[in-house]
């Protein structure tokens, strides 16, 4: 039985750099270090680096504990966003709606009161 890694064709190391930035970038997101997510998810730091630069590949049996982790599904790990050619809110509005979104229901539903309260006003006022 040969147990040496396969190595990684061109395609699969393009694909594995892409995939290990957007884990990256999630994480980051979160507030969380590699060596958070490597103790989340039972591994060691180094190994979430290789990831993160798409070293080594990401084993599939790892993508949802990894999109649980990260708080994503696992079709918001592999599917970088979009650009919708309009500019969206800035990194810290994001972090902020994000943050919200993971609020229970009933405190979700303050802070979008909240919001379509403020800006009712602002249009008033404009």
Request: avoid cysteine.
């Amino acid at each position: 039985m040969n147990t040496k890694p396969l190595l990684m064709t061109d395609s699969e190391t393009s694909f594995f750099k892409i995939f290990g930035h957007r884990i990256a970038e999630l994480r980051k997101q979160r507030g969380l270090t590699q060596s958070d997510l490597a103790a989340a998810l039972g591994m060691d730091q180094t190994a979430v680096a290789s990831y993160e630069v798409g070293r080594r590949r990401v084993p599939l049996s790892l993508l949802p504990q990894l999109a649980q982790t990260l708080g994503v599904s696992a079709v918001e790990i592999i599917e970088a966003p979009m650009p919708s050619g309009k500019p969206g809110p800035t990194p810290k509005l994001q972090r902020q709606i994000e943050q919200v979104s993971l609020l229970p229901k009933g405190k979700q539903k303050f802070v979008s009161d909240f919001l379509d309260t403020f800006l009712a006003s602002e249009a008033k006022a404009s």
